[in-house]
């Protein structure tokens, strides 16, 4: 009796960052720079609950749109970070810090009234990857 053939794995669908919320490209190349539009903790088409999700997914969401550049979190130097409340500070800090590992770009984070889709959490990002 002849051994059965083992269908094919199937694969993976591509991690794919969200499609943006309004009229702006969410990844451009300026020269060296690549510059991320802010992401928010929305995983397909879903906004995570509480500050550390979201937090967690728009990092995420940030590297797969490094990705789509040729980059990765080690290649941020700068990232602009938004709060709905500062309260979550910590969360969010922690949170952050897991994302980014041993990576540690210069940070700015501020407190706002508000973000799209009731987001708590926004991180935009500026990374320097030389074109050779």
Do not use: H
């Amino acid at each position: 009796m002849a051994a059965k053939k083992k269908a094919p794995a199937k694969k993976a669908p591509a991690k794919k960052a969200p499609a943006p919320i309004g009229p702006y490209t969410p990844v451009v190349r300026a020269g060296d720079w690549i510059i991320v539009s802010g992401q928010l903790g929305l995983k397909d088409g879903v906004l995570q609950k509480g500050v550390a999700a979201q937090t967690t997914q728009a990092v995420k969401n940030l590297k797969e749109r490094l990705a789509e550049m040729g980059a990765n979190i080690n290649d941020v130097k700068k990232t602009l970070c938004f709060l709905t409340d500062m309260e979550t500070f910590s969360i969010f800090n922690e949170a952050y810090v897991a994302g980014f590992g041993n990576s540690r770009p210069a940070r700015s984070t501020i407190g706002v009234a508000s973000l799209p889709a009731n987001g708590q959490v926004e991180i935009e990002a500026w990374a320097y990857k030389p074109l050779r």
